[in-house]
Every structure is written in structure tokens, then in C-alpha cells.
T-cell receptor
Framework: AQSVSQHNHHVILSEAASLELGCNYS??????LFWYVQYPGQHLQLLLK??????LVKGIKGFEAEFIKSKFSFNLRKPSVQWSDTAEYFC????????????FGPGTSLSVIP | NAGVTQTPKFQVLKTGQSMTLQCAQD?????MSWYRQDPGMGLRLIHY???????DQGEVPNGYNVSRSTTEDFPLRLLSAAPSQTSVYFC??????????????FGSGTQLSVL
């Protein structure tokens, strides 16, 4: 079945540590890719997106993600996390042939310890 | 600019009761959708609409109905609530752009408990 998976359910890091959250999808066609973040008590909001072009995309708050087509992956990275990055992170995908359905992964909860 | 507004924020139902979750957006977005968020499962798409009068099913449509009579509103109806529908429900909207799904704007969610 077509799906979006995220490698870790819960990640705990100390401030200044580097972050990498894994995301893989199983769709075979051309995809649009997204990372959304949900800070405690807030709405989900877009961190970054990939539609085409440079596979390394930069988002808000120092986050970046790399699309590796051969690995069906779109991993999220940040070189140095802050306590304020504590949140839940969701990878999302939609197929360009079915772009009205945005399918989300199960989410990764990140806790940053001061 | 209010964005995406969902009401109510919290609701408790008994099994078999019906209710409607309201969603309204003031951004003139053609696309609107409903998700449910459950622990360990992320957000799952229930129904979506690409414009007034047009709706379609997502990943988990059973037990839910929608309609889209105006661009602004996209209500989600539970005709006979079941405990399995206990969840947090999010409405989201976006512009239409040719062959690309623009970023989603989310509401603040409705926490629903079915006893």
C-alpha cells in the first residue's frame, strides 16, 4: 500500500545537537513533498516544501530537507536545535497525478532538553 | 484575517449521537479538507473538496459526510458517532494552483470524545 513513514516516533536531544528526522514514501510517481510542524498548543504550519528543482530545500527557522529520489526519502535536518524546536514534525506527500490528496506520515515528536 | 476557523474546540458525544463539526475559511481558498489525528498514526485524510459543489473521499471516509455549498464553509458530519471516532479533527485549506497542491492552512482543531 502507498504510504508515508517516519523513522522515529520520539526523539530526545540536548540543545545544540544536530537533528535529522527521516521520511520515506512508497509512491512511484512524481511527488510534491512537505514538512509540517505542530508546536505545543498551536496550529500545524508548513516548515518547507519541495516541488521541483534543487533537491536541497531550505525552510523556516534554520531547517532544511533533502529529496533523494532514488531512496524515496525526504529527510529533515537542522544543524543545531533549540529548546523552542520542541514540537511534533510531520512529513507529507502528494502525487502530482493525484495532487488533491495530501498524505501525512505518523509524525515524530521532538523533545529538546535545555 | 481569521484564517481557518473550527468550532467547537471540544465536544463529548454519546455513541449513536450525530453532530456537525464546522469549518470556515476567509482566504477564498478553493481547496478544503478534513483530517483526523490519532496517536502514532499522524493525520489521516477523511474528505476533501476542490471547490463549491465538489467533494471526494480521502483515506478514511467511512462514518463521515461532507458537503460544500459555499467556498467558505466545509462542515463535517458524523451521522451516528462511534467510540472509534474519538480523535482530534483538523480542517485545512489551500489555494488551487495548476497541478500543485499549495501549502495547507490548518485550523486549531476539534477534540472529540465519543463515549
Amino acid at each position: 500500500a502507498q504510504s508515508v513513514s517516519q523513522h522515529n516516533h520520539h526523539v530526545i536531544l540536548s540543545e545544540a545537537a544536530s537533528l535529522e528526522l527521516g521520511c520515506n514514501y512508497s509512491y512511484g510517481g512524481t511527488v510534491n513533498l512537505f514538512w509540517y510542524v505542530q508546536y505545543p498548543g498551536q496550529h500545524l504550519q508548513l516548515l518547507l516544501k519541495y516541488f521541483s528543482g534543487d533537491p536541497l530545500v531550505k525552510g523556516i527557522k534554520g531547517f532544511e530537507a533533502e529529496f533523494i529520489k532514488s531512496k524515496f526519502s525526504f529527510n529533515l535536518r537542522k544543524p543545531s536545535v533549540q529548546w523552542s524546536d520542541t514540537a511534533e514534525y510531520f512529513c507529507a506527500v502528494n502525487l502530482k497525478t493525484s495532487y488533491d490528496k495530501v498524505i501525512f506520515g505518523p509524525g515524530t515528536s521532538l523533545s529538546v532538553i535545555p | 484575517n481569521a484564517g481557518v476557523t473550527q468550532t467547537p474546540k471540544f465536544q463529548v458525544l454519546k455513541t449513536g449521537q450525530s453532530m456537525t463539526l464546522q469549518c470556515a475559511q476567509d482566504m477564498n481558498h478553493e481547496y478544503m479538507s478534513w483530517y483526523r489525528q490519532d496517536p502514532g498514526m499522524g493525520l489521516r485524510l477523511i474528505h476533501y473538496s476542490v471547490g463549491a459543489g465538489i467533494t471526494d473521499q480521502g483515506e478514511v471516509p467511512n462514518g463521515y459526510n461532507v458537503s460544500r455549498s459555499t467556498t467558505e464553509d466545509f462542515p463535517l458530519r458524523l451521522l451516528s458517532a462511534a467510540p472509534s471516532q474519538t480523535s482530534v479533527y483538523f480542517c485545512a485549506s489551500s489555494r488551487n494552483r495548476d497541478r500543485v497542491r499549495e501549502k495547507l492552512f490548518f485550523g486549531s482543531g476539534t477534540q472529540l470524545s465519543v463515549l
